[in-house]
């Protein structure tokens, strides 16, 4: 890991915990919004998920519509533009898939046009801590391997359970990245299953649950913030 990089860092968010069992991304958008765009969305929440074509089920290219959408700078990271076809015959993704693989091909084609940034190629760990210090970033992970250090709990907590209820080997979540301790090889990030708190997890065990088929290795970084 880099030496160059400031021994820690951390970005204050105002938290924001998810209502149902597929807004985490939203919640995580919202984390990053202004006061004002933060009450629109909330107040108008399932009126602009419709507009926005994907009504209950997000995808990460569908939450850097909606970051575009209030105006939020950003670059999506992802191995994959589009849908991975093994994910047909994934259990997390199959009841899902059929409905939304062709709007999902639809966005990353017109991402450019409608000015979202899309680079296909993964991302090195020690890259993502050197963007902490300008701003926050949305990762996709597998719930299964997430845990946190400072609530000492793990992702099968009581209510992080409700939240995320398929029985799968795989649990794709997300959750917004806020900070790091180089010394003590911690990433701070918020969860939106939780209520108001700062989670910690080790670098090795995060990139691990951020590295398991199914996230794509999707990673949005926000810019302009700090």
Same mark, same amino acid.
């Given at each position: 890991m880099h030496t160059d990089l400031p021994d820690k860092t951390y970005i204050q968010l105002v938290h924001s915990k998810?209502?149902?069992?597929?807004?985490?991304?939203?919640?995580?958008?919202?984390?990053?919004?202004?006061?004002?765009?933060r009450q629109t969305l909330v107040t108008e929440?399932?009126?602009i998920c419709k507009e926005e074509g994907f009504n209950k089920s997000t995808w990460t290219i569908d939450l850097c519509y909606l970051l575009k959408r209030y105006?939020?700078?950003?670059?999506?990271?992802t191995?994959?533009?589009?849908?991975?076809?093994?994910?047909?015959?994934?259990?997390?993704?199959?009841? $899902?898939?059929?409905?939304?693989? *062709?709007?999902?091909?639809?966005?990353?084609?017109?991402?450019?046009r409608n000015g979202i940034i899309v680079h296909n190629k993964s991302v090195t760990i020690t890259?993502?801590?050197k963007h902490l210090t300008q701003g926050p970033a949305i990762m996709l992970i597998n719930a299964k391997l997430l845990v946190c250090d400072s609530c000492?709990?793990?992702?099968?907590?009581?209510?992080?359970?409700?939240?995320?209820?398929?029985?799968?080997?795989?649990?794709?979540?997300y959750i917004i990245l806020c900070g790091y301790n180089?010394?003590?090889?911690?990433?701070?990030?918020?969860?939106?299953?939780?209520?108001?708190?700062?989670?910690? $997890?080790s670098v090795d065990?995060? *990139?691990?649950a951020w590295r398991s088929y199914g996230t794509d290795e999707d990673l949005i970084l926000i810019y302009g913030f700090v």
């Open positions: 998810q209502r149902y069992n597929w807004d985490c991304g939203i919640s995580c958008v919202l984390m990053v919004l202004s006061k004002q765009f929440l399932l009126t105006n939020v700078t950003h670059e999506l990271y191995v994959t533009e589009g849908v991975d076809p093994g994910y047909h015959s994934n259990t997390f993704y199959n009841q $899902i898939i059929a409905k939304d693989e *062709e709007r999902i091909k639809n966005r990353f084609k017109d991402a450019k890259s993502v801590l000492k709990t793990n992702k099968l907590a009581s209510e992080f359970r409700q939240c995320l209820p398929w029985p799968t080997s795989y649990q794709g979540h180089l010394k003590r090889r911690k990433i701070y990030y918020r969860n939106p299953s939780l209520c108001n708190r700062v989670c910690v $997890i065990l995060l *990139e691990k």
